[in-house]
């Protein structure tokens, strides 16, 4: 199975940036997670990172054509408030999982406002980087 893992701003400063919240585990820990659990589902899984909107949209846009069947997304901040994003989102019919590394209904009042959740098939917070691997085993179980 052809998966698309989209990480918005800031998530490649994992490691960097408030450890107490997203751990000390850097972004290229995460890489390698995926790429180990992509040699251990069969799946070809490519990640994508941005933190720039519209890069992110130009690439779920490239998805609808690449052959791409499910979509592990963390928005980021866009997460929040990005209707773009949302959109774009809502066009490719694929399975998608959104992810967030905290607890995003634990910590500060506009964090537990997502406008990309509502497109996604389902959403997956809390779990630190473990929640990645939880995201793309549900679409590999068939997504919905």
Known sequence: MKLLVINGPNINFLGIREKSVYGVQDYQYLLDLIQKK???????????????????????????????????????????YSYAIRDALASITVPKVEIHISDITAREEFRRVSVTAPVCDRQIYGKGLDGYCMAIDHILAGGK
């Open 38 to 80: 992509a040699e251990e589902t069969g799946s070809s899984i490519e990640v994508f990172q941005s933190n720039h909107e519209g890069a992110i949209i130009d690439r779920i846009q490239e998805a609808y054509f690449d052959g791409t069947e499910g979509i592990v997304i963390n928005p980021g901040a866009y997460t929040h």
